[in-house]
């Protein structure tokens, strides 16, 4: 199939030509014809199945077709709501490289940078916002964003906003909006409360899964390394020591960690950027800009800044840490291996993460191949005693805590930590 098959108007045709967009992937060719017959949409979608094209292009179509009164000052008539800065950024590129042959125009609302500057853009109208929801709540309770003429919303990855606690958030905005709208909703996963969102939100909604979240794409060669624990710095910098790894996204679990990799790193003379909630806005994109441009060699991220990092010719992703959440595993390899491109992901194991390395290669259905042959190798009895462990009934950390009397569910967050918390990661 092809986009001229879609349906789709020729203005924007002509824009996915000059972006050199062929062939729609399958969740484009399912939610474009169905979105513009003005139906809600729900896709089950992890990131690199195309889906900002997917939910981005019948939007325009539809809002271009509208009639408006072109002396009106423009109202916003449509609202896409992602958990990231990068990520809202990104999808802002995206509509403007998809809307440039038509009269539709879109503003990003995210933190970390001046409010002015946001302002200006709404007081000269714009149909289309992509916000995060720490800053467009605040535009809202200034008064300066009226969200009363909405007819489509978006909802992406709405199980990362579920993750990193933005779901209140996402429901005051809810209801800041017409009851009567076209609602498109993606999420990598369905954990309980986003299905309950969605039987809430969407009516009679077309149904689209594409790329289990369980599945990796198969062009990425995966590996490992059982490493003895205080080595992992040490297998980085041997790694990068092959200069044919061109470009690659290292991931820790922490802030403090990314940074403390970038240091070790730059000790070596490989040049490095970190990229997470702590660093401004103008930092994390010039981090991410200097990373594209090939300036930067290795990117150093958190999950909650990954989202949003989109580079066609990443060759590796490297774990520094694995994830206690088997599901994130997916997601960050996903990050290389894209547009038919092959692709690498390297992860690193200490003793203490060979529980979250069974739960991953539990969920993908297959082991990850291991890297026998280098310096730091773990001792056989550890990585035995840890497995012997874990099949006994110690497992891996886990998202949810289990209420008993040993473990009482916590207190509520107070409002204090919610503002704090939008104003360090969703801004």
């Known amino acids: 199939m092809t986009f001229n098959e879609l349906n789709i108007i020729p203005d924007i045709l002509k824009a996915l030509n000059k972006a050199n967009y062929t062939a729609p992937t399958p969740i484009q060719e399912a939610a474009i ?53 990068e990520l809202a950024l990104q999808i802002s590129d995206n509509i403007k490289t998809y809307s440039q042959f038509t009269d539709v125009s879109c503003t990003a609302i995210v933190g970390g940078v001046s409010q002015k500057v946001q302002e200006r853009a709404l007081n000269s109208g714009t149909d289309i916002i992509i916000a995060t929801p720490g800053r467009l709540i605040d535009l809202i309770d200034q008064k300066r964003i009226n969200l009363q003429h909405v007819k489509i919303l978006v909802l992406d990855e709405a199980d990362r ?62 590996s490992v390394y059982l ?25 820790t679990r922490t802030k403090r960690g990314a940074d403390r990799v970038v240091r070790d790193l730059t000790k070596v003379n490989i040049s490095a950027e970190a990229i997470h909630g702590n660093k401004s806005q103008v ?21 909650i800044a990954a989202r949003g990092i989109d580079i066609e010719e990443l060759s590796h992703v490297i774990n520094f840490n694995l994830p206690n959440i088997p599901e994130t595993y997916v997601h960050r390899i996903g990050r290389t291996g894209r547009a038919g ?15 979250y390395l069974k739960d991953i290669e539990k969920l993908i259905g297959k082991s990850v191949p291991e890297v026998k042959d280098h310096a730091y190798p773990m001792a056989k009895g550890q990585r035995l005693d840890k497995m012997d462990n874990t099949s006994k009934g110690s497992t891996a950390v886990q998202p949810k805590a289990v209420k008993s009397k040993t473990n009482p569910p916590r207190k509520p967050k107070t409002e204090w930590f919610k503002k704090e918390r939008r104003s360090t990661t969703s801004r």
Do not use: W, Y
């Open 33 to 85: 014809p169905a979105v513009l017959e003005g139906r809600d949409f729900l896709g089950c979608a992890q990131t690199g199945t195309g889906k900002t094209a997917a939910f981005s292009v019948p939007m325009i179509q539809l809002l271009s077709e509208e009639k408006s009164n072109p002396n009106a000052r423009r109202r916003i008539r449509s609202l896409i709501l992602t958990p990231t800065r």
């Open 161 to 222: 906003m579920l993750d990193m606690g933005f779901i209140h958030d996402v429901k005051r905005i809810l209801a800041k909006m017409p009851s009567k709208k076209q609602t498109l909703f993606f999420s990598a996963t369905m954990p309980p409360e986003i299905s309950k969102m969605v039987k809430s939100l969407l009516v009679n909604p077309v149904k689209v899964e594409i790329t289990p979240v369980s599945s990796t794409v198969d062009r990425i060669k995966q």
């Open 227 to 251: 490493l003895a624990t205080g080595n992992k710095q040490k297998q980085l910098n041997h790694l990068l020591e092959d200069k044919s790894i061109v470009t690659a996204l290292v991931f």
């Open 283 to 303: 930092d994390r994109q010039k981090a991410l800009r200097n990373f594209k441009n090939g300036v930067t060699r290795v990117l150093v991220a958190t999950d």
């Open 341 to 355: 491109l092959s692709g690498t992901a390297i992860s690193f194991c200490e003793v203490d993460e060979l529980p």
